[in-house]
């Protein structure tokens, strides 16, 4: 073991960084397959049913685990068809400019006290800049395909990412304020002190507003009128088969783990134990790890599917309306409560 430290450390960083870089892509597509038949088994469980259970189990045990492998040979071996009057190159790349973005985030994502790929001062402009860049493919994709039925879609699901984005951009602010850095590594170590540190304590209304503009963000239930299959068809992705039409999927997914990661680093604390001061420092469950950001990242994803299983989908308008009219005035409202905080000297700024 000592020996392969050492070999390990005596690799130059740039190599490092790549064996991580490929060990994180193929985590997420591995968390990503397995995402979509944890939805269908949990949605299943809540309707009294029993979900995929067909496909494959480990000695009887786990019905129907290898279904996510037969829906990706299923995609895989489906023809690609490709609008004859579409701009045939836009039509190709449009997937990948929204799926690229996805995965480029999680550079930056601090996966326990000492792993994280990128540990630059600037994480959460990057961020942002990498979701701002995830619209254009949906925008692509609707346009380059030549499809009334495709560009709708494809501009409904473009203002609606705007409008969220906002919000979820005001937010941020609001937790960058508390933290006094826009560092990922930094903003988890400034909630240090046990759950009562967290930040979803003193910024629960910016807390609430970040998770309802994730899900909205997204594209999920119940803010998914863009692929509203009674109103325009499938929405900007109704052209594209096979492969194709699952790196979207591919994108969908990975970014609702994404958004649940990030959840997790802003408000509860990252990889931080909830039982910090309340045990003794050298007991197991006190340390911090990857695992608690396992488990708050899984919490958040299954009430996506939650929600999924739970609300009908919203109209267009009160979507919008949504966005506009409440989420944002409430957290340029809950910037200013910070202010006052900070000028008091309570909450995160208490000396």
Known sequence: MDALLAFWTSLPDYLRSTVWILLVTVAVILSVAFTTLWERKVIGWMQLRQGPNRVGSIFGFAPGIFQPFADVIKLLVKEVVIPSASNKWLFRIAPMITLVPAFAAWAVMPLDPDLVIA??????????????????????????????????????????????????????????????????????????????????????????????????????????????????????????????????????????????????????????????????????????????????????????MWYRATFPRYRYDQIMRLGWKILIPVTLVWIAVEGVMFWAGVGPWKS
């Open 119 to 304: 540990d630059i001062d600037a994480g959460l402009l990057y961020l942002l800049s990498l979701t701002s860049v995830g619209v254009y493919g949906v925008i692509l994709a609707g346009w380059a395909a030549n499809s009334k039925y495709a560009f709708l879609g494809a501009m409904r699901s473009a203002a609606q990412v705007v409008a969220y984005e906002i919000a979820m951009g005001f937010a941020l602010v609001g937790v960058v304020m508390a933290a006094g850095t826009m560092n990922f590594g930094d903003i988890v170590r400034a909630q240090s002190g046990g759950a009562s540190s967290w930040f979803v304590l003193w910024l629960f209304p910016l807390f609430v507003v970040y998770v309802i503009a994730g899900v909205a963000e997204t594209n999920r239930a119940p803010f998914d009128v863009a692929e509203g299959e009674s109103e325009i068809v499938a929405g900007f992705h109704v052209e594209y088969s096979g492969i194709a039409f699952a790196l979207f999927f591919l994108a969908e997914y990975a970014n609702m783990l994404l958004i649940s990661a990030l959840t997790a680093v802003f408000f509860l604390g990252g990889w931080l134990s909830p039982f910090e001061g309340i045990l003794a420092a050298d007991n197991p469950l006190a340390a911090p790890g990857f695992h608690w950001l396992f488990l708050k990242l899984f919490f958040f994803l299954t009430c996506f």
